[in-house]
């Protein structure tokens, strides 16, 4: 279903972007990512010509006005047309929430929705008429609050009603959008920011007084990290089956389905779990 579909995928030069390009381009795909360099760009490019994939890149910062716009219509240049879209980009952290600022809450927004509003407005009448995929891949932690990962949950949160109301318009006009919610993942061994992922919390946490447990992938959580080529077989069949949302792993999902249809009962759970763990 993908042979010779245009296909960008925004954060796409490291983690689970580049996993993702990597599977769309293999099959087949023409795949631009998105990332916020030229050096990044050029080590993504790098990374998959080693896998004997080829993609194509275009830096940008997606969070500045008109990146997002200039995006689309370098696709449509380089490419000839935008069939799909794969908003990968992020930022994760850990925090108190009662310590973190209104100029620090406004950067977790940035990067984790706001970064997705223009180049999904300027994507928007061009996947219409391709019929195509807008897919966000949002966070476990958009739906299941865990503690020292406050203002985290609130952008995916957002980012997660972002979507549907998207799918809403979009929906009859033939665009498929997806929203994938996953537990944390590995980097793959020759990600070009690999060795960056190494202890990523750690001065972060440290410097916020957080106790050790708050580094964990998945914050305080026991949670293994997902396999990133497997999640990207789920990502593109969930594309096939026209699913609306993807939550992976099952365990913490099905908490979240209780959370959403049992507010008092899935939370007192949770917070039994978090207790437990503490």
């Avoid at 980009?89 to 310590?99: N, T």
């Amino acid at each position: 279903m993908w042979q010779d579909r245009r296909v960008i995928v925004a954060g796409g030069t490291t983690g689970f972007g580049l996993v993702l390009a990597r599977h769309l381009a293999r099959a087949g795909a023409r795949v631009l990512v998105v990332g916020r360099s030229g050096e990044g760009v050029r080590r993504a490019i790098e990374a998959c010509e080693r896998h004997g994939v080829t993609i194509r890149g275009v830096p940008a910062d997606l969070g500045r006005a008109g990146e997002g716009g200039r995006v689309v219509g370098e696709c449509l240049r380089m490419l000839g047309g935008l069939d799909d879209l794969f908003f990968c980009v992020g930022r994760s952290g850990r925090a108190r929430m009662l310590a973190t600022d209104v100029g620090r809450l406004q950067a977790f927004l940035d990067a984790n929705l706001l970064a997705a509003v223009e180049i999904s407005q300027a994507a928007a009448d061009d996947l219409a008429a391709a019929r195509g995929h807008l897919v966000f891949i949002g966070s476990l932690a958009g739906k299941i609050v865990m503690p020292f990962m406050g203002p985290y949950s609130v952008a995916k949160a957002a980012l997660a009603a972002y979507a549907d109301a998207l799918r809403l318009e979009l929906a009859p006009r033939g665009v498929h959008v997806l929203l994938v919610s996953p537990g944390p993942s590995r980097r793959a061994d020759d990600d070009p920011a690999a060795a960056d992922a190494v202890n990523r919390y750690a001065d972060e946490a440290a410097a916020a007084g957080l106790p050790p447990e708050a580094t964990a992938p998945g914050g305080t959580t026991s949670l293994a990290p997902l396999d990133p080529d497997a999640l990207a077989r789920r990502v593109l069949t969930a594309c096939r089956r026209g699913t609306a949302e993807l939550v992976v792993p099952r365990a913490p999902g099905l908490l979240a389905g209780l959370i959403e249809w049992f507010p008092d009962a899935g939370r007192r759970l949770l917070a039994w779990k978090v207790r437990r763990r503490g």
